[in-house]
């Protein structure tokens, strides 16, 4: 690419971004606490190296938590209650006077708290009558850079705040701010390194503790974009930091610019202003934020240093893309990579479309409820202390996103008709790849157990995107032919019995063996 490309992504959204398909009063979530059901912790991560300290006796650190985030106390304890409850973002919650008993005063505000970052935000209904959801809009422009570039240029001039991934201040750090690492008029550099079991609150608190505060404190707004005198944000690194910084500055009302440094963080994080962290037991990304960037700064460039595995685990999130628009771009010989503005293109026509994913944007899930199963599978499995590999041998969101469109593809066959030759195309589109590996390499990343079914089945039902609880079906995005979403009626998933679904893990698993 010789010159710069740019895409700019309008988005208009409610707030809160889903509405109540029920109500639900907040009796039932500190039921669900004074039955026990609130256990669980902050994520193996705890408060986090190099900022916060752990506190112990578990308490002390949620309200270390809480303060460093600005949450009222026990908006933690009410955010495992939700979970317990077995709420979805289409329950609302209700703590108005009618609700049956009425909550308690010194609990509303933090019930307030956790309604808007449970789920990415549900609707709320206080003492107050129930308000109109807010219209709200905006845009943003993503610029794809020429490999000519110069690195000074992809750092915005005007920001207070850099965080960095470790790994890539290590090896780029000395381009991006020649001679002006210790320079205290440049903005505040903040090195830090994430794996997926510090996706945590408590590393969004360590972001904001090392912050540099804005001209007067910024209260915490529901608004996916930034607030008035707000200060100016820079996120340099890969998915994780992208998801766990880009919460951190929807918290503060930041201005944030990405610039992301991975092949999947370029193809998906960085777009669409989803933002978010894990919440042990309850899952992966369960709380988090709608929050849409200033601006996307991507140069393919960093890519020359991305390990292997990791460039693979990006490819992954292409093949996705493909699967759904496979007339945007494709497939190999030819380079994700060097086609990294039309895999962009793909995503953003989509959140353009639907960015509170109240529609289609539940197609991009495609191949990721099996996903997040599998890494949730492997974190517990590290706070377990189960975990007998070294900490890099953990399963990578690509990589289970990789197993994820496979598992979807055998199902898709089974209950959307998609063809044999269909099937094998996505398979060998995984294989070419590099994003194939055989069932020993995925238990091994997985936690070195056997994977067991039931477990994963548990944690399917319970993901984040699921419209209805329950144990005895959930839902999956399926295809009815390469670029075809299936749909029934106007519903982009499909109700997957749990027969249906073991029957597709056991081929899934003959295939892998």
Same mark, same amino acid.
């Given at each position: 690419m010789s010159k710069s490309q740019t895409i700019k992504i309008n988005w208009e959204m409610t707030d809160p971004p889903v509405p109540a398909r029920r109500w639900r009063d907040l009796a039932a979530l500190e039921g669900a606490c004074q039955a026990g059901d609130c256990a669980g912790g902050l994520g193996a991560g705890g408060l986090g190296a190099g900022g916060l300290g752990a506190v112990p006796g578990g308490a002390p650190a949620e309200?270390?938590?809480?303060?460093?985030?600005?949450?009222? @106390?026990?908006?933690?304890?009410?955010?495992?209650?939700?979970?317990?409850?077995?709420?979805?973002?289409?329950?609302?919650?209700? =703590?108005?006077?009618?609700?049956?008993?009425?909550?308690?005063?010194?609990?509303f505000a =933090?019930?307030?708290?956790?309604?808007?970052?449970?789920?990415?935000?549900?609707?709320?209904?206080?003492?107050?009558?129930?308000?109109?959801? =807010?219209?709200?809009?905006?845009?943003?422009?993503?610029?794809?850079?020429?490999?000519?570039?110069?690195?000074?240029?992809?750092?915005?001039?005007?920001?207070?705040?850099?965080?960095?991934?470790?790994n890539v201040a290590r090896s780029w750090g000395g381009k991006l701010w020649p001679g002006q690492h210790r320079n205290p008029s440049g903005p505040k550099i903040f090195e830090m390194q994430l794996s997926e079991n510090e996706k945590t609150l408590a590393s969004v608190a360590n972001i904001l503790e090392h912050a540099p505060s804005p001209t007067h404190r910024v209260p915490p707004s529901p608004s996916p974009s930034p607030s008035p005198a707000s200060t100016r944000?820079?996120?340099?690194?890969?998915?994780?930091?992208?998801d766990v910084a880009a919460f951190a500055a929807g918290i503060k009302g930041a201005e944030i610019t990405f610039v992301p440094t991975t092949l999947l963080a370029m193809a998906d994080a960085c777009i669409g202003g989803k933002t978010g962290v894990n919440f042990s037991p309850w899952g992966k990304n369960q709380l988090g934020l709608f929050y849409f960037p200033r601006e996307v700064r991507v140069w393919p460039g960093w890519l020359q240093t991305l390990p292997p595995r990791h460039l693979a685990a990006g490819v992954a999130e292409c093949i996705k893309h493909s699967l759904l628009d496979p007339g945007a771009f494709k497939p190999p010989p030819r380079s994700y990579v060097d086609q990294i503005a039309d895999?962009?293109?793909?995503?953003?026509?989509?959140v353009k479309e639907d960015p509170a994913e109240t529609g289609r944007r539940a197609t991009l899930n495609f191949g990721h409820t099996l996903a997040h199963a599998l890494e949730a599978e492997a974190l517990a499995a590290q706070e377990r202390g189960e975990f007998d590999q070294a900490p890099d041998e953990q399963i990578?969101?690509?990589?289970?996103? =990789?197993?994820?469109? @496979?598992?979807?593809?055998?199902?898709?066959?089974?209950?959307?008709?998609?063809?044999?030759?269909?099937?094998?195309?996505?398979?060998?589109?995984?294989?070419d790849g590099g994003c194939w590996f055989d069932l020993k390499t995925l238990t091994r990343r997985c936690g070195g157990a056997s994977l067991q079914w039931d477990s994963l089945w548990r944690r399917m039902c319970g993901d984040k995107k699921q419209?209805?609880?329950?144990?005895?079906?959930?839902?999956?995005?399926?295809l009815s032919k390469i670029g075809e979403v299936h749909q029934e009626g106007a519903a982009w998933t499909v109700r997957v019995s749990e027969p249906e679904a073991a029957a597709a893990w056991t081929a899934l698993m003959s295939l892998l063996r």
């Open positions: 309200a270390t938590i809480e303060t460093t985030l600005g949450f009222p @106390a026990g908006t933690i304890r009410t955010l495992h209650g939700a979970f317990a409850a077995g709420l979805t973002r289409f329950d609302g919650w209700d =703590a108005s006077g009618s609700a049956t008993p009425p909550i308690a005063a010194s609990k =933090a019930a307030k708290a956790a309604a808007r970052i449970y789920k990415r935000g549900v609707p709320w209904r206080g003492d107050q009558p129930e308000p109109r959801p =807010a219209q709200l809009h905006g845009s943003y422009q993503v610029t794809i850079y020429p490999d000519s570039v110069d690195l000074t240029d992809l750092l915005p001039h005007d920001v207070d705040y850099v965080i960095i991934d470790g944000w820079c996120v340099i690194g890969g998915g994780i930091l992208t895999v962009i293109h793909v995503k953003a026509n989509v990578l969101h690509g990589e289970a996103v =990789a197993v994820g469109l @496979a598992f979807a593809v055998i199902l898709s066959q089974m209950k959307c008709r998609l063809s044999e030759n269909d099937k094998q195309w996505v398979f060998s589109l995984l294989r419209s209805v609880k329950g144990d005895d079906a959930t839902e999956f995005v399926l």
